[in-house]
């Protein structure tokens, strides 16, 4: 604690320094899950030491976390004490902090709600300088509101998580759906399910998809074989699950998958989108060259690579939350404007009212009366010329809206700014900043939203920017980076691996 005091206290003396000054900055986290085309250069706030579980205490079962410890270390450190945090990302590389910053979910969030709501305490260094600790007993409305809030309040540089008993396995089960309206309904109908832990889904097409439930146990039974994930030779997750209920598409499949590998069994393939590589490059796809690239397929890398590939400007990857009552008709609209499949559905017990995080129109207006909501990953290509890119986006947006339906904000977001604050409550937003000094940071649409014009002449003003628009050569250059980041050593160490 002594380091991390000290590492504070010099975080606060230079942001109070630049406040004084009346100048913007921006922070260091060493890293990032976003797909938003990262800021450019100028003043920085580095916090990338700020990367340590601190303490587990195993009798309040709870742990505290510097903000840049990724996934995967926190799993490690709290398993080593048969723990682990109720609402754990699917990425080994997210961070606690990317996790309160931003609108974070999971397969268990149906139970825990988003990342933030498993957290006690956040230590927080404001614009001006100063050090605060919020919870729901102090400073209790900038606890909630900084929630998803992109870091427009300050820097969290401490936060105190709950932990669960953590057991040996997870118990999945994959129900088959055929259909689109099944699926929802099945998933409505596991969702009330107390026995449950974990539910999601992945829709393969409109008429082939699995609704996946898990639940916590150290019991294998004696006839049961485990399921891996985690190493090379595994299969990627989603197409596993695609061949099992190929195979049995009228009853349900039960396999037991050690909790680590549970919890990040979509970093192998980011999901479905390190397909997508296969594809730039036109190279086979199959289980040899998954194996053979397994080291470059893992989600550090591929953000890495999409980052600096500039594929970012080409590809959609967004994700939706809906009401149930309008998620068919979503889906339906996605399937003929995009064509992309699989998408994944994840239940959701959204936050109170007022929030940043998406939330169902459906919902009383107390606040107090939630409706739940089911995110849509949709992730693909999209449009190749940028024009067009941007107007599917909007269009993407404009029927989101029209249904009842928001966007996580750490993809591309178009909207603008009147527009964009027709679905949050600015006043409450605006009176928050006010009263913690935070003005002087960009505020959340200015962090989130796309410049388009500035983007466009950036690019068209450099040679480079020209040059990555050539096949192969952004997809070279994306791997290149990505190597030479270290993410591909940290992919080839990955802790989770071996917990």
Known sequence: MQTH?????????????????????????GSTNSTRQMARRGRTVDISALSNVLQVDTQKKTALVEPNVPMDRLVEATMKHNLIPPVVMEFPGITVGGGYAGTAGESSSFKHGFFNETMNSVEMVLASGDLI??????????????????????????????????????KATYHPVHAVPEALEKVKEMVQDPELDYVDG??????????????????????????RFSRANDPWYYLHVQDRTSQSPGKPIV??????????????????????AFQYFNFPFNSFTRWWLDEFMHTRMLYRALHASGQS????????????????TFINYTDQSF??????????????????????????????????????????????????????????EQKLRELGGMKWLYAQTYYGEDEFWQMFDRQWYEA???????????????KVHVDVEAEEAAIAGSWSGWLKSVWPVSGIWGLYKAIQSG???????STWKST
């Open 339 to 396: 064509g992309i499949w699989p998408l994944w559905l994840c239940p959701l017990r959204q936050s109170r009212l007022p929030t940043l995080h998406p939330h169902n129109p459906e919902t009383e207006p107390d606040g107090k009366s939630l409706k739940p909501l089911i995110n849509i990953g949709l992730w693909g290509w999209g449009p190749s010329n940028p024009r067009e890119f941007i107007a599917k986006n909007r269009e993407l």
């Open 202 to 227: 992945i829709l393969f097409s409109k008429t082939h998809g699995a609704i996946i439930t898990g639940q916590l146990t150290d019991d294998l039974p004696s006839a049961s074989e485990i399921q």
């Open 487 to 493: 993410e591909y050593l940290i992919a080839r160490r």
């Open 313 to 328: 400007r080409k590809y959609v990857v967004q994700d939706l939350a809906l009401p149930f009552s309008t998620a068919e």
């Open 133 to 170: 600790t919020a919870s729901n007993s102090e400073h209790s409305d900038l606890f909630h509101g900084a929630a998803g809030a992109v870091g427009s309040f300050g820097i969290t540089t401490l936060v105190e998580l709950q932990l669960i008993r953590a057991k040996k396995y997870v």
């Open 432 to 446: 928050l900043r006010e009263k913690y000094n935070a003005k002087s940071l960009p505020s959340v649409w200015n």
């Open 255 to 276: 396999e037991y998958i050690p909790t680590a590998d549970y919890c990040f069994r979509y970093d192998r393939g980011g999901f479905w989108v390190g397909r997508s």
């Open 5 to 29: 005091r000290k590492a504070v206290a010099e975080i606060a003396a230079t942001v109070r320094s630049h406040f004084e000054r009346n100048e913007s900055f921006r922070i260091n986290h």
